[in-house]
């Protein structure tokens, strides 16, 4: 079974990306289980999405304690209280313009720097970086494909949907060529 966290801010997209990774990976014939958490349910306030897919239907109804991937929104809110809810071995994608040695020590996670607000500004997308982070995990994860990926975000994406898809296919291909020179 895949554990996936997501952490961001109230106002960064953290619980729509959850909801159309979902759907993609849904949409890729897994089936998917997705839940909220909301801090004081206000802009700015962390934020977690989480969800499980498996081949199998999921079952399981609690809280995830040990996911084997995590998406943070910020660099600012990799704290051990997020960290804690990932696997010894996770593996975590950060929006940062940092490289993965500038951040602090995440143990023996596998961490995937992408800055996700110069994707944004590029595409014409402003502050809202959720597909960029989207296209950058599931490159990272190898899963959903791209193209799942993209139907979904163009289905969902409430306004520049032509915007969000570059974006989105931006990252992954960023991504996806530090992973094959990294190889």
Not at 74 to 102: E, I, K, M, T
């Amino acid at each position: 079974m895949l554990d996936i966290v997501i952490l961001g801010r109230g106002g960064q997209g953290a619980q729509t990306a959850g909801n159309q990774l979902a759907r993609a990976l849904f949409a890729q014939g897994l089936f998917v289980q997705t839940f909220s958490t909301y801090g004081g349910a206000r802009r700015g306030t962390p934020v977690t999405s989480s969800l499980r897919a498996d081949k199998n239907p999921v079952r399981l109804r609690c809280d995830i304690t040990a996911a084997n991937a995590m998406l943070c929104f910020d660099d600012s809110l990799l704290d051990p209280a997020f960290l804690a809810l990932g696997a010894d071995d996770a593996l975590v994608v950060v929006n940062s313009a940092q490289s993965p040695d500038a951040l602090p020590s995440l143990g023996n996670r596998r961490i995937i720097t992408v800055d996700g607000r110069m994707i944004a500004r590029r595409n014409n997308m402003g502050k809202v970086v959720n597909s960029a982070l989207l296209g950058a995990f599931v490159a990272s994860l190898g899963q959903p494909g791209i193209d799942t990926m993209c139907d979904v975000i163009k289905a969902t994406a409430p306004a520049k949907i032509t915007e969000n898809i570059a974006a989105c296919r931006e990252a992954y291909a960023l991504v996806a060529d530090q992973l094959e020179g990294a190889a």
